[in-house]
């Protein structure tokens, strides 16, 4: 956060401190409960960058790792076609070329096995290299991490409620699964924290993991 925010931020919540039904030995608490909410802001904020800039670089890896798949693929599949031409090639040699060819391979001191072999199983092997080239093209992904408990969304509501608990001696809303939450000063005090730290998610879902955990 730059540093016209940090002021707007802070003025917002040292607002939102304020607002609390403080105990009265507490209300000498509040620039110490501010700039605490200050430094676990700024804590989440470079956690959320982080995660980003880390995203962003799986990502780019990703799609370079997806783009050699693809070009991985279409190399398997030329010589797929490759051999399939071979085979079409094969069966248009009149018998005397398929004679001299034979010829010369047992000349050489090898069978002809290797060859017709390649020539006559073309169907398995291009079923084989079929199957190489949609491996490269849709390779199997791990599928993504289950998100973290402790996301800052949830940090935040963690460290508020300590500061609610504190500075007016009354616990958070303890909602029981489907129980109606009603807006009250720990939902206004949260949602003004959510705001100053630019986090969108919803401030009854969070009170309802913060029960949860």
Request: charged letters at 30%; glycine letters at 4%.
């Given at each position: 956060?730059?540093?016209?925010?940090?002021?707007?931020?802070?003025?917002?919540?040292e607002?939102?401190?304020?607002?609390?039904?403080?105990?009265?030995?507490?209300?000498?608490?509040v620039?110490?409960?501010?700039?605490?909410?200050?430094?676990?802001?700024?804590?989440?904020?470079?956690?959320?960058?982080?995660?980003?800039?880390?995203?962003?670089?799986?990502?780019?890896?990703?799609?370079?790792?997806?783009?050699?798949?693809?070009?991985?693929?279409?190399?398997?599949?030329d010589?797929?076609?490759?051999?399939?031409?071979?085979?079409?090639?094969?069966?248009?040699?009149?018998?005397?070329?398929?004679?001299?060819i034979?010829?010369?391979?047992?000349?050489?001191?090898?069978?002809?096995?290797a060859?017709?072999?390649?020539?006559?199983?073309?169907?398995?092997?291009?079923?084989?290299?079929?199957?190489?080239?949609?491996?490269?093209?849709?390779?199997?992904?791990?599928?993504?991490?289950?998100?973290?408990?402790?996301?800052?969304?949830?940090?935040?509501?963690?460290?508020?409620?300590?500061?609610?608990?504190?500075?007016?001696?009354?616990?958070?809303?303890?909602?029981?699964?489907g129980?109606?939450?009603?807006?009250?000063?720990?939902?206004?005090?949260?949602?003004?924290?959510?705001?100053?730290?630019?986090?969108?998610?919803?401030?009854?879902?969070?009170?309802?993991?913060?029960?949860?955990?």
């Open positions: 956060m730059n540093s016209t925010t940090d002021l707007t931020d802070k003025q917002r919540l607002a939102a401190v304020r607002r609390l039904p403080l105990l009265p030995e507490r209300k000498t608490e620039d110490r409960a501010v700039t605490g909410l200050v430094f676990v802001i700024r804590s989440v904020s470079a956690s959320k960058e982080v995660d980003a800039a880390v995203a962003a670089r799986e990502e780019a890896v990703a799609k370079e790792r997806e783009a050699a798949g693809y070009a991985a693929a279409a190399q398997v599949r010589v797929d076609w490759a051999l399939y031409e071979l085979k079409e090639a094969w069966d248009r040699l009149s018998d005397m070329a398929r004679d001299a034979l010829a010369h391979v047992g000349r050489a001191g090898n069978t002809d096995n060859l017709i072999d390649l020539i006559e199983n073309h169907g398995p092997i291009a079923e084989t290299l079929v199957v190489a080239a949609d491996d490269l093209e849709h390779p199997d992904r791990p599928p993504p991490a289950a998100p973290q408990p402790d996301d800052p969304a949830l940090v935040l509501a963690k460290h508020a409620a300590r500061i609610f608990t504190r500075l007016t001696g009354k616990k958070p809303p303890h909602p029981r699964p129980e109606q939450i009603i807006p009250g000063p720990f939902f206004w005090f949260l949602e003004d924290i959510f705001r100053a730290a630019k986090i969108t998610v919803g401030v009854e879902s969070n009170i309802r993991r913060l029960a949860e955990s």
